[in-house]
């Protein structure tokens, strides 16, 4: 075991016997230890095993379920592995990053070929195109890749199950072969008894040069022949009884089987010649026959992995997948039977010996057609119309095709799911009267149906098939499409008009409100329209740069105003107001601009710095909604000429969510503050720059020397702290150096004199400075409320699809939105999400401008809500809606929103 079973550093091991295992694991131990190897990190699918690891301390522990097994992700709980997708990375536009994320899925057993080999074909045609690797694919072909991304980023919903081979049960190995002209490839099957499972796929794209497909199906066979020594390695000590290949080409059959090739294809005749040494070989080291078999397309698996396959498409037929055709789990596995035409007397006994008629699988609902394939009534009706046309032409009858797929599919789901009603309805007599019957009246009209009767059949206001509607299944897929077209046809209005118009089209159901409220919920027009946001958590601790003073402006804050108008000699010109926030003792500094421009911003930022110093940190606005700040910030951060003039600072800067003005509620109540100064002091006046450079140092003035602590009236000492008592300390005068002016005349003042003005300052500042952290700091919490919360939960995840809320638009003029990054606070609640819309673009958004959709990749969102921390408080829920919250056709009513104060509004990034 430790010879051939470690892969690097990782150690694996399967066996049937818990005891044998026990007894590996315990001398693994101790020979790895006498070479000071520790063995850790071990885990099993065995509660003994697991016992004794935790008793050594061995036994692995963190916060996943899952273990990682050689790229896949393993659960020993439910003994189940799936593929990791978690080195997945959107964004991919050229052939190297194709190429990179699609070689990020590691499957190494193949399991997921079905769709994987979608990604290899997508590079085989970018190779046609001659393109360079970092040449942009064209959009049909990007717009492929994109719909394949969705379905590797879903790979991990996909569970195998691990255990498939008991290793002392008689076992046969089945090989389904099969090629197009894209790929070709094999998948191989463990059959033992009456259980059969997949353990090995394996495909190649079909190479650039033209081949036949009789050639590409050979080149199958030869890849399964050549993989054969390796499969039969990894199960030493197993007896195989034989091993069969399957083919549905026969042509293929018969160059296998035949001695002698009647070809000129010298590609063909080496293949050959390749393929009788690898059998032979086979016969000779493992002693096991090889018997090739014909199989019909429609029951080789393989099919799925010369095409590929959708992740939507592949679930239903993920069982067919995994366990091959129906007739593997026989007891002796009865291959079906075909006429062979292409194969001579002599192969097709070989082929057929020991072939009886095949067994197939149960048919599914809706019969021939299959209702659990269409999401659509309309698409439905129109495939069956087809068909019944064509059979009408068959048989040359003259009826109404869409009649006659209307009374077949109405049939089919009757009988199978009345079928004791309908044989009560057909012979009465002697027999006790069913519930359903007797309650609904039915009876079996001239066409075959089961129909019901109520007690209006007098009435002339409506015709016969509304009087006297149809009976169907409550849990069928056709009366899902039924009712999902009435709720189409009423405009979405909701269940009760979904209800009437069903009704009203001629059908009845039992419990009928039930399942129409249960189709409906799956409606994703109605959902998108009609959902709530995510709910949103409470207020958490003010970030750091708010309650730790090192100097002022070390953390500032930036924003514009609106335009103002100043007069000029050559008329009213527009000019802009730039502020500065200090976030920490709410200082404010402005700047009068000419335009938003790059260069008047630096030389705003220049000003600012040469009286405040370096920040290391600026703050901004991310909104959208204001075409003159439309990424403007990210545009002068990223300037050359900041870059040149400031850049060598290292200043970073942070932009808040989008649409989220709470966020930057620091520098949002100042700006508010100064335009309520400004238009009381100039109103509707005009004035000219020096003017308005005047008014707004009065006013930056006034606002800095606000408070920001309370006083009483009897307090004595020092005085209220203000912004001015941080970045003016001189402002108040107390501390200047007063020396009669005669005095400073005739001579200068002592060296003691400036030193004990020095000292006082300092000693003013300290004060200031324990004033701030002593009553402003603690007065903050005064203003703070309602912060309990108890079992909040972060439902939204990465990956899941949401609408992103834009308030300068309306619902249907919104985005979608996939998530990439969730942005926690201290708390380690979810705020704020960074997600890719629907437009291309990544943005910030906050948590309250998303709403959920039934578009989940990762999870599902059905779980119970906890419940509230508080019944009668009004704080929205934190958590997310569920079904019941949404209603089809009628909105939820909004809850009435609380007020928040000032500082709860205060700046949260995090």
Known sequence: MLRSHFYVDNLVKTHNSPDELLSLYQEAGKIMLEGNFLLRSCNSNNELLRSQMEKDGSLVVHNSCFEKVLGYLYDPSADKISVSCSALRTGASTKREILSQNSSVFDPLSLCLPITIKGRLLLREL??????????????????????????????????????????????????????????????????????????????????????????????????????????????????????????????????????????????????????????????????????????????????????????????????????????????????????????????????????????????????????????????????????????????????????????????????????????????????????????????????????????????????????????????????????????????????????????????????????????????????????????????????????????????????????????????????????????????????????????????????????????????????????????????????????????YNIKHLTIPMYSPWFGSVWERLIKTVKLCLYKSIGRGRVDYFDLLTEMSDIQNAVNSRPLTYRCSGDSGLEVITPNSFIRPNYNGEVFLRIDKDVFMDEPPARTSLVEALDSRDLLLKNFRRVWHQEYLLSLREQSKDLYQNNFHNIIQVEDVVLVKNPAKSRPYWYLGRVLELVGGDDENVRSVKLRRSDGGIHSHSLKHLYPLELSLTHSHQAANPPNENANEAVTPVDQPTDQDVRCGRPQRRRRRRRRSDNEHDFLWY
Not at 175 to 201: E, L, P, R, T
Not at 423 to 445: R, S
């Open 127 to 648: 190779w046609k195109l001659k393109l360079g690797w970092d040449a942009q694919i064209p959009a049909e072909y990007l717009s492929a890749w994109n719909i394949l991304f969705e379905d590797l980023t879903q790979l991990n919903s996909l569970e195998f199950p691990r255990y498939v081979v008991d290793s002392s049960a008689p076992s046969q190995l089945v090989v389904f072969c099969d090629a197009s002209q894209k790929a070709y490839g094999f998948a191989a099957y463990m059959v033992q008894g009456s259980s059969q499972n997949v353990i090995f796929a394996k495909s190649r794209v079909a190479p650039l040069a033209s081949r036949t497909l009789p050639t590409l199906e050979l080149l199958s066979v030869y890849l399964a022949l050549k993989c054969l020594p390796s499969l039969l390695e990894s199960y030493p000590g197993m007896v195989f009884s034989g091993i069969s290949v399957a083919v549905d080409a026969q042509i293929v059959l018969s160059w296998v089987l035949s001695d002698t090739l009647k070809t000129k294809n010298q590609f063909v005749k080496n293949r050959l010649k390749d393929i009788k040494q690898n059998v032979s070989l086979i016969r000779e080291k493992y002693l096991v026959d090889i018997r090739f078999r014909y199989v019909p397309t429609s029951d080789n698996p393989a099919d799925l992995i010369t095409r590929g396959i959708a992740l939507k498409k592949f679930k239903p037929q993920l069982g067919f997948w995994l366990y091959g055709p129906a007739w593997l789990a026989d007891d002796c596995v009865n291959w079906p039977i075909s006429e062979l035409n292409c194969l001579s007397a002599d192969n097709r006994m070989v082929v057929l010996s020991n072939v009886i008629q095949k067994v197939g699988p149960a048919p599914e609902e809706g019969g021939l057609i299959g209702l659990e394939r269409y999401s659509s009534l309309a698409k439905l009706m129109r495939v069956a119309t087809y068909l019944f046309r064509f059979v009408n032409r068959l048989k040359k009858h003259d009826r109404d095709p869409a009649l006659c797929a209307k009374l077949y599919l109405f049939k089919h789901v009757q009988s199978q799911f009345f079928s004791e009603e309908k044989q009560f309805l057909l012979n009465p007599q002697g027999k006790q009267v069913l519930h359903l019957v007797a309650d609904l009246n039915l009876f079996i009209d001239a066409e075959g149906l089961i129909r019901t009767r109520g007690r209006t059949g007098k009435t002339e206001f409506y015709d016969y098939e509304v009087l006297y509607p149809i009976l169907l299944p409550r849990n069928s897929h056709l009366t899902y499409l039924i009712i999902l077209n009435s709720h189409s046809d009423c405009k979405h209005l909701g269940i009760a008009a979904t209800l009437n118009k069903f009704r009203l089209s001629g059908f009845w159901v039992p419990r009928a409100r039930q399942a129409v409220k249960t189709a409906i919920s799956s409606c994703s027009l109605c959902r998108k329209y009609n959902s709530i946001s995510f709910r949103y958590p409470k207020v958490t601790n003010l970030p750091k740069h708010r309650v730790n003073l090192i100097r002022p402006f070390l953390h500032t804050g930036v924003d514009f105003t609106g335009h103002l108008w100043i007069r000029t000699e050559s008329g009213d010109k527009k000019v802009y107001l730039l502020l500065f926030t200090c976030l920490s003792v709410r200082a404010v500094h402005l700047e009068i601009i000419d335009d938003m421009s790059t260069h008047s911003f630096v030389s705003a930022m220049i000003r600012f710095v040469n009286i405040y110093g370096i920040p290391t940190h600026l703050y901004s606005d991310n909104a959208r909604s204001f075409v003159a700040r439309s990424s403007l910030f990210e545009k002068m951060y990223t300037s050359d000429e900041f870059s040149d003039r400031l850049g060598k």
